[in-house]
């Protein structure tokens, strides 16, 4: 009886002690880039299809995510408020610049943010590549639905096929996005320059 | 709908009146301590001590029955009875009180008690029953006057609950025959009334839209009735322990027995049994009060339980009063330890409506006071 | 093994008796090993008295967490106390007071409660399953002594007139023991000299027992389940400005706190938009100033994609979205400037949220960082004023809407520190690398434009939106928290209100024939119900016993006679001798 009791209690504090920890969960088919936790490759068969949007630039023209099939991809959320996206702003525009001649095209979305902020930012930071507004984090949504998109700044990079194959969660750096881009395009980052 | 301020005035009207008739019903009550008819042995119905029951009525006097009050000092379980002493067979909610215990209504019906009880005893029980049909109706005209349930601020939960504790008091007293209680408990009425309504007078007005729900009828309501039991039962719970130290005294020959107010009032197993109902009474109002709270903060704040301060120090007097039951039931915590820790709970109680909803913030700031 | 509980099956005797320590089955031979150890201590555990200890360290232990402020409701509150009380606060802080619910010595507590509280349930529960079949204790000698007792006599035989009281007991629902029949050597109920007769031993109310079991394991189901909604619910945060939407993802969510087994993928895809919110406020009176009512007109889709649907969301009122539920927290004014840097190019044109403190009338405070301005980056530090009076000379706000709305704003131009380091709150503002451009406070009315010093720019107070915010909570939790609670209710009610009691019938040979005796008790009888009780159940086994001997055919004449004497001597109808203590 008692000995019985003495389980039965167990059980209990076993189940409130799941609410006191609990271990996260693994993933496979995921390498991390420079054993990063934030920088991750998807291997070949196992990358989400990035899903269609469309929406309109900063500066105010259409534009449809489905025109850029068959270009390698690098997609990047940001904000003009956020202080890690200001922080790797130059970083995508310079590799932008670097990989603009391989069919590299380098797509924003502006998120949280206001028109007039965020033109100053891409003049501040020298960014010429178009940027989407998503005021209200429909595409941002989306995409949460098949890569775990946790805040600003992240950036996806999709494959030809149109499939992410890469995703930085954080301020990205230029050895990770060219390692990166390097795996995706085949193409390292000098070989790129010289075409 | 814009408040009647007419009949904000007409319930402030009557609560005064309420206070001044209260206050003579305990002048009536005190006389009766003092100048009252000796009761009679019969209408007592005292039993002699070897069978130990419980009594229906209070306060006999004279000198036999003097000695089997005070004679009893600290004793807590009753004596001679078949009954078994399992009273720690309750682990928690409802401990028993110990033998078997009966209180049977009197033969005499209680209008003829009342009479046969005294002019003092009459005019205090009529007093009374005015005083509460006055405080009803000045609850309820606040109620009219703003349209909704009286209870949104402090001052009119504090004249509500003390209208829940006279009318509660008022039905025990005559139940139960005793009389002697009515200066303690209607005193305490008028201390509190009083309090109210120089310290924290707040004329009628509407609520604020997070209060604007049907839930305050429900979960305030329960939380009035509650605290309006529970005042009573802190009322008896002191008139236990100042019966009880002075037996204690008594039996260790440090105070002289027959003592004219004490013997008076009740015997400490009759008070403590009485205290026990009533906590019985209020403590599933209480958890029911909580529970409807629970639900209405869900309803208003996402979320059932936050740990607010209001929440908290309910909780905490959930607690205390959980503990009085199961010190009922345990060996060496009836009896005295018990009503420490139910005065506590009350303590907590009041706490919780004076200290932590006015000067405390959280969600709960609905004191109306500033 | 001892075992300290009552051996005897009486189930008024339940629960063990008073554990108060009692050393372990090796006490006698003086040796104490880690198994006895053990066992005195879950004994102790599961004493009422550590109950007790226990229950008062936990209402003790919840006081701090209600003076002190708390980490997870009032984060800025815990800053303060840092600021004010220097030397104390880390103190209190390792001792985990800024977080006391959350705090290893308070769950340390409740875990040990319920421990012991389990400790005691189950072998209680099993002992109420197994009572369902133990018998009531055998009827006392003399029932005269019981409290409640009745006493007449009947033509019956003892054993016929025992068989009528078992069948109306019985179909009263009590549980019932008889006496062996007589002829039977050796039964196991001595009933004393050979013919001193049968009797019949009944109880009731043993619901009372399972009310307090329910109650207390119903507790334990409230446990489980704020622990189910502690691992599989969220809660988030998020600020909404009047005409913009936002969508349940995390990204645009202000604050997120999951659960432990909780990820972002489990947000519902929902969109909420802020179409309009209106606040009113009483405008005369005692109470003028206090709002009236809130409501705020959205529209929302369940998925992307899906069909867009409006509701009203109010206080009291949440919206029911995809499983979560979105709540009207608050709501304040977000102020619309526009920005041109000293480049003329407009930097900023849109509405920044401002905060409205403790200060009563929404008298509200923000920053605007304006970090795309050129050269330098601008920034403003300002008071928003809905119905501003000068008195004095310090503006004041008079009354929470937007009467006379009223901006002022101090200006600074430099380096705003956003280019690199820690995320930064938009409400807040670093000016350590910034020049304030303007002495004093500007003052803007809707429509004017503040040219600023030095040539860095202009700013136009253009307008104000409204905002409300938002919590969405998910708790699966929830539910079963209800139902546990209301259970535990019901067992709580269930426990105050059934009494437990027993009645005995004797019939024994006599003179006249054969004397019933009738005897009864309850435990914690509240209301003399149970006089009530016996009083009527003792009429109605007079009665049954009279019909039966009635309705037995005339074997015996003289007793047949004998007994038609004794009916006109006690008129049927009344029981005579039913008496009752303290009359």
């Known amino acids: ?195 | 709908m814009p408040v009647n301020l007419a009949l904000g005035h007409v319930s402030n009207d009557f609560l005064i009146a309420a206070l001044v008739i209260y206050s003579l019903s305990v002048v009536a009550f005190a006389g009766d301590f003092a100048f009252g008819r000796p009761r009679r042995a019969g209408t007592a119905g005292r039993v002699p001590q070897e069978r130990a029951t419980a009594l229906a009525t209070v306060g006999a006097v004279g000198g036999a029955d003097s000695t089997t009050a005070t004679g009893s000092p600290g004793v807590q379980a009753p004596v001679g009875v078949p009954a078994p002493a399992g009273d720690q067979d309750a682990r928690g909610a409802g401990g028993g009180s110990g033998g078997t215990d009966s209180m049977p209504e009197l033969a005499v019906p209680a209008l003829r008690a009342i009479r046969e009880a005294g002019p003092w005893v009459r005019a205090g029980v009529a007093l009374s029953s005015v005083g509460v049909a006055a405080h009803i109706v000045a609850v309820v005209t606040r109620g009219l006057a703003v349209h909704r349930a009286p209870w949104g601020n402090m001052y009119e939960f504090v004249t509500a609950l003390t209208c829940v504790a006279a009318i509660f008091f008022l039905f025990v007293m005559i139940r139960y025959r005793a009389w002697s209680l009515g200066v303690f408990v209607m005193g305490a009425v008028v201390v509190a009334l009083g309090l109210a309504e120089t310290l924290i007078y707040t004329a009628a007005g509407q609520l604020v839209p997070a209060l604007q729900s049907y839930w305050l009828d429900i979960h305030v309501t329960a939380m009035t009735l509650a605290t309006g039991i529970f005042f009573v039962a802190a009322v008896l719970g002191t008139v236990y322990l100042i019966v009880d130290r002075y037996a204690r005294r008594v039996a260790a020959g440090r105070a002289e027995p027959g003592n004219g107010i004490i013997r008076r009032l009740p015997t400490t197993e009759q008070l403590d049994r009485l205290t026990y109902r009533t906590i019985v009474f209020g403590f599933p109002v209480w958890t029911f009060g909580v529970i409807a709270g629970a639900i209405w903060a869900d309803q208003a704040w996402g979320r059932y339980w936050g740990w607010d301060p209001v929440e908290t120090w309910a909780f905490i007097t959930w607690v205390l009063y959980a503990a009085f039951l199961h010190a009922r039931a345990t060996a060496g915590w009836r009896g005295r330890r018990a009503h420490y820790i139910q005065l506590l709970g009350f303590t907590s109680l009041m706490f919780n409506i004076l200290v932590v909803q006015v000067f405390i913030t959280g969600l709960h700031s609905y004191a109306g006071v500033s | 093994m001892t075992d300290v509980r009552v051996t005897e099956t009486d189930p008024f005797e339940s629960a063990a008796p008073e554990r108060d320590g009692r050393g372990p089955a090796s006490a006698a031979t003086g040796s104490f090993g880690t198994g006895d150890w053990l066992k005195w201590a879950w004994r102790q555990l599961t004493s009422m008295r550590i109950a007790l200890v226990l229950l008062f360290l936990l209402a003790l232990g919840s006081v701090p967490g209600s003076i002190l402020p708390q980490q997870g409701t009032d984060p800025a509150g815990v800053q303060q106390y840092f600021s004010s009380h220097p030397a104390l606060a880390p103190l209190l802080s390792r001792l985990g007071l800024f977080d006391v619910f959350g705090a290893p010595w308070f769950a340390a507590v409740y875990l040990l409660l319920f421990a012991s509280l389990v400790g005691c349930v189950v072998p209680r529960t099993f002992r109420l399953a197994g009572s369902a079949r133990t018998l009531p204790p055998q009827a006392p000698r003399n029932l005269a002594r019981l409290p409640a007792s009745a006493e007449y006599a009947t033509a019956l035989s003892p054993e016929q007139a025992a068989e009528v009281a078992a069948r109306v007991l019985s179909g009263h629902g009590f549980r019932l023991r008889r006496s062996a029949p007589t002829g039977l050597a050796g039964s196991a109920a001595p009933t004393g000299p050979a013919g001193s007769g049968h009797w019949v031993s009944a109880e009731k109310g043993y619901l009372r027992e399972v009310g307090n079991l329910l109650f207390h394991l119903a507790l334990l189901g409230v446990l489980v389940a704020i622990a189910l909604g502690g691992l599989f619910g969220y809660k988030a945060d998020r600020l909404l400005v009047q005409g913009t939407s936002f969508s349940d993802t995390q990204t645009d969510l202000d604050e997120f706190y999951p659960g432990r087994l909780v990820t972002a993928a489990d947000l519902p895809p929902f969109s909420i938009t802020l179409n309009t919110f209106d606040a009113s406020y009483i405008t005369s009176g005692a109470q003028r100033g206090q709002p009236n009512s809130f409501d705020a007109q959205v529209s929302y889709t369940a998925s992307p994609g899906g069909p867009t649907r409006t509701d009203r969301l109010e206080v009291n009122r949440p919206l029911s979205v995809d499983g979560a539920k979105v709540y009207l927290i608050g709501h304040g004014y977000a102020p619309e400037f526009k920005v041109t840097d000293a480049r003329g190019q407009v930097v900023f044109d849109g509405a920044q949220p401002f905060i409205s403190g403790t200060t009563g009338n929404f008298l509200s405070q923000g920053v605007l960082k304006v970090s795309g301005a050129e050269p330098d980056q601008l920034g403003f530090s300002g008071v928003f004023v809905p119905t501003a009076v000068d008195i004095d000379g310090t503006l004041e706000s008079v009354f929470p809407a937007a009467d006379n709305p009223v901006v002022s704003l101090i200006a600074y131009a430099g380096n705003l520190g956003m280019n690199s380091g820690p995320s930064q709150s938009v409400y807040q503002m670093d000016t350590a690398g910034m020049k304030q451009l303007t002495a004093a406070p500007q003052l803007l009315r809707a429509g004017q434009t503040l040219k600023l010093p030095d040539g860095q720019g202009t700013i136009t107070f253009t307008g104000y939106q409204q905002w409300v915010s938002l919590a969405i909570t998910h708790d699966p939790g929830q539910l079963p928290a209800l139902i546990c609670g209301m259970a535990a209710l019901g067992g709580l009610l269930l426990s105050f209100v059934v009494r437990r009691r027993r009645v005995f019938v004797r019939a024994t040979t006599s003179p006249q024939g054969t004397t019933v005796q009738v005897g009864g008790l309850a435990r914690t009888d509240a209301s003399g119900a149970f006089e009530d009780e016996f009083a009527s159940l003792a009429a109605e086994l007079r009665s049954a016993h009279q019909q039966a001997a009635q309705d037995q055919p005339a074997q015996d004449q003289a007793g047949h006679d004998q007994a038609g004497q004794d009916e006109t001597a006690q008129p049927p109808g009344q029981a005579a001798t039913v008496r009752h203590e303290g009359e």
């Open chain 1, 1 to 195: 009886m008692v000995v019985l009791a003495a389980a039965v209690s167990a059980g209990v504090l076993l189940i409130v002690v799941l609410v006191a920890g609990w271990g996260g969960s693994g993933k496979s088919d995921v390498t991390e880039v420079d054993g990063s936790p934030s920088a991750v490759l998807y291997a070949a068969g196992h990358r989400p299809t990035a899903p269609d949007f469309s929406g309109t630039t900063l500066t105010g023209s259409k534009l449809s995510f489905s025109s850029y099939r068959g270009k390698v991809v690098v997609l990047n959320f940001w904000g003009s408020w956020c202080v890690p996206c200001r922080a790797e702003a130059s970083t995508l525009a310079a590799v932008a610049a670097l990989y603009r001649s391989s069919g590299v095209a380098f797509l924003g979305v502006d998120v949280r943010d206001t028109t007039a902020s965020a033109l100053a930012f891409t003049r501040s930071f020298g960014i010429t590549y178009p940027s989407v507004t998503d005021p209200s984090s429909a595409i941002t949504l989306d995409f949460t639905s098949v890569v775990p998109i946790a805040g600003t700044p992240t950036t996806l990079v999709i494959d030809r096929t149109g499939r992410i194959a890469g995703a930085v969660f954080g301020a990205t750096t230029y050895p990770e996005l060219a390692t990166m881009l390097a795996k995706v395009t085949g193409k390292a980052a000098d070989e790129a320059v010289s075409r």
